[in-house]
């Protein structure tokens, strides 16, 4: 604890204590404000507590995941086609060849255990990118439903 200061505005304090955090209480403005941090530390009770840690996300317990690596193209697509964007088009194109490329990363290969369930897992798997895809439409819809955009998602299809 402070409570005075020399004339530079540095405070008094012993050289054992100069390593360490203080609370200073010489000055009147912030007096109330620093006695509250200096009660919150006598009593343990901070103002600020960090939270508890939260669940772990879903893909790191999971086993094996099919990355479609569309995620930023994705973005940077939706992006520029809502702000009118002079890059919009070659954003759009990108986007559906990434897509269009990696589509073979959910077909069924030979598997262990029952086909059904394969088909099930590559259906769940594929549902994100698909409802990626879905939002890309609908923006296009909604902000840019050109001629041109039109003709690049029909050859897309």
């Known amino acids: ?8 505005g540095k405070p008094y304090l012993p050289t054992y204590y100069k390593s360490r ?6 000055e009147p403005d912030k007096y109330g404000e ?3 941090k200096l009660l919150r530390w006598i009593f343990d009770k901070p103002l600020y507590v960090k939270s508890d840690l939260g669940k772990r996300p879903s893909f790191i317990d999971e086993g094996e995941s099919i990355s479609f690596g ?8 939706v992006d520029a086609i809502r702000n009118n964007k002079a890059y919009a088009l070659g954003a759009l194109n ?3 060849n990434t897509f269009a490329e990696n589509l073979e990363r959910f ?7 029952e086909f059904d369930d394969a088909v099930i897992k590559s259906i769940e798997d594929f549902l994100p990118y698909r409802n990626e895809a ?3 439409f609908v923006t296009i819809s909604q902000y840019a439903a050109n001629d041109e955009n039109i003709q690049k998602m029909h050859r897309f299809f």
Do not use: C, H, P, W
């Open 107 to 113: 077909r069924i290969k030979k598997s262990e255990g």
């Open 70 to 77: 569309t995620t930023a193209n994705f973005k940077r697509a």
């Open 1 to 8: 604890m402070v409570a005075q200061k020399n004339e530079v």
């Open 34 to 36: 620093n006695f509250e």
């Open 134 to 136: 879905i939002q890309l």
């Open 21 to 26: 955090i203080y609370i200073d209480l010489s």
């Open 94 to 96: 990108e986007y559906l």
